[in-house]
């Protein structure tokens, strides 16, 4: 079965690309086929971290329309492993039309691959967040780090809310949905959660789709460059928050060192978990890419 | 069924799986507790969003889930004991006859009374293989000693012995073991280090 995995997180340089790479990289030499796809429009180098050089041929030419996606995939050098380059500086997300996107997104899921990895780009606009929305497996990447837990929030506050408003849209309440976003002040309403109170107490088969569609709904919490031990539970803490404060079901599947060698590795054009496959941040990532696998929290 | 249930509802607001052991229930209730009774940096960026009084309830909730759930796990001890071992007399019979409290002993009274392991793992919240490796007093299987300790009265106490004469016993043993296996561990030590020296010389 064809699984869609999106890995996203709010900040840059928080290691998004070096895990979803990883990870690619790994279950290809696992014998799964795999395709990385490069949504990052705005600053793509997917390409450095599999230790390639920029691919000729990008995501830009399947939104002007001069090849199929399927076309683009470009081999890794990596047996079973498939890349989808991005473009660099040449396309942002506010430039993508809705048409095109829903033509990106349906071509996506038509690859032939076990796997197709996407690689998002920080910040927190809808095109990038439909596409994370998109994905089987919604990896959210945290450091360790106030701001990058600050943009973590704006994320999947932003994922939360989209989410809840393509599935209401989609059952016939966009109506709904937009008088009640607008009368929220009105109605004492101020954080995400109060809204969902909100919409469920104005209308009962609201209520019912919000409780029937969004139950399938997780995030999967990826916990990056820890220093010490005892920042491990900062993945703990984190997915309690977003079951108690946001009401969002949320799963911590691990957490991943520092390692300098990583940084050398990027910088040689070396796939650093090929290089360095029994260093410790290669085990983490390994443990993770099975966790998700399997559907299943980090064991303790 | 309504016990699991309410055990289930518990678990989940404690954020661990129903199978979780106790040490992992207290070992999350704690960092619970611990996140919203305090500021970090997890919180911090939400501290304009969710008030004092957010916390508070949320707080009274992970304290109301962990005593239900002990009260459930006390309830659980008698139940599977079928009241104190004198309501037996074939227990109480293997029970006089034993003059130390062991492994194989207690895995004796445990099958008298008609008592799978499975049963103790469910009331101690203890995985089945450390149970069987008490009975087999596989004591190299076993946790440090402190934790050794706890397993066997509550072991004992799911069978409704006498918590404090089997701990004693079986410790004593354990104890003994250990002392042994240290002293071994150090004499093989010595041991090689003479025959290198030997070699070298």
């Not at chain 1, 795999?34 to 041929?57: C, S």
């Not at chain 1, 450091?143 to 809840?164: C, D, H, S, W």
């Not at chain 2, 509550?154 to 409704?160: C, R, T, V």
């Amino acid at each position: 079965m064809k699984e869609i995995w999106a890995i996203g997180g709010g900040k840059g340089g928080i290691g998004k690309s070096f895990i979803i790479s990883s990870m690619g990289n790994y279950l290809a030499r696992q014998g799964k086929k795999v395709v990385l796809v490069d949504a990052d429009l705005g600053a793509a180098n997917l390409h450095t971290f599999l230790g390639m050089g920029r691919p000729e041929n990008s995501l830009t030419d399947f939104f002007e329309n001069r090849a199929t996606l399927s076309a683009l995939r470009v081999k890794s050098g990596i047996d079973n492993l498939e890349l989808l380059a991005g473009a660099i500086h040449s396309m942002v997300p506010e430039n993508i039309k809705y048409a095109q996107k829903l033509k990106f997104f349906r071509h996506i899921k038509k690859l032939e691959a076990d796997f197709i990895l996407i690689d998002l780009g920080a910040g927190v606009h809808f095109n990038t967040i439909d596409t994370f929305l998109l994905a089987d497996k919604k990896i959210v990447v945290i450091v360790p780090e106030i701001t990058a837990i600050e943009n973590m929030y704006g994320f999947i506050k932003n994922v939360f809310f989209r989410q809840l408003m393509n599935t209401l849209g989609s059952n016939g309440f966009k109506d709904e949905f937009k008088a009640a976003w607008e009368g929220r002040l009105a109605n004492g309403v101020t954080t995400l959660k109060q809204f969902v109170e909100h919409l469920k107490r104005v209308s009962a088969p609201m209520g019912r789709i919000i409780e029937d569609e969004l139950a399938g709904f997780r995030l999967d919490l990826v916990l990056n460059q820890i220093k010490f031990n005892r920042e491990k539970r900062i993945g703990n803490s984190v997915k309690s928050i977003c079951l108690k404060y946001f009401g969002m079901d949320a799963r911590y599947v691990g957490h991943i060192g520092v390692d300098d060698f990583i940084v050398s590795s990027i910088n040689n054009r070396q796939p650093y978990i090929e290089t360095y496959s029994e260093s410790k941040c290669a085990r983490e990532v390994a443990a993770i890419t099975h966790n998700l696998m399997d559907d299943q929290q980090m064991k303790i | 069924m309504q016990r699991d249930n309410l055990y289930k509802k518990c678990c989940d607001i404690l954020e661990v799986s129903p199978d979780a052991s106790m040490s992992e229930i207290k070992k999350s209730y704690l960092h619970l507790k611990e996140l919203y009774s305090s500021t970090s940096i997890v919180s911090m960026a939400l501290e304009d969003e969710f008030t004092a009084s957010d916390k508070a309830e949320i707080l009274a909730g992970i304290d109301n889930a962990y005593h239900e759930l002990m009260v459930l796990v006390k309830q659980d001890l008698p139940d599977i004991a079928g009241g104190e071992p004198g309501n037996n007399e074939a227990v109480v019979g293997i029970i006089a006859e034993i003059d130390m409290f062991d492994g194989p002993a207690l895995k004796r009274i445990r099958k008298k009374m008609g008592i799978t392991l499975d049963d103790i793992a469910r009331a101690t919240r203890i995985q089945v293989q450390y149970l069987s490796h008490l009975e087999h007093d596989n004591f190299e299987k076993l946790p440090p000693e402190v934790y050794t300790r706890g397993f066997v009265a509550s072991y004992a106490q799911a069978l409704s012995l006498d918590v404090k004469s089997v701990v004693t016993d079986y410790m004593v043993r354990y104890r003994e073991w250990k002392s042994h296996h240290h002293k071994g561990g150090t004499l093989v030590g010595l041991m090689t280090l003479f025959k290198n020296r030997k070699n070298k010389f």
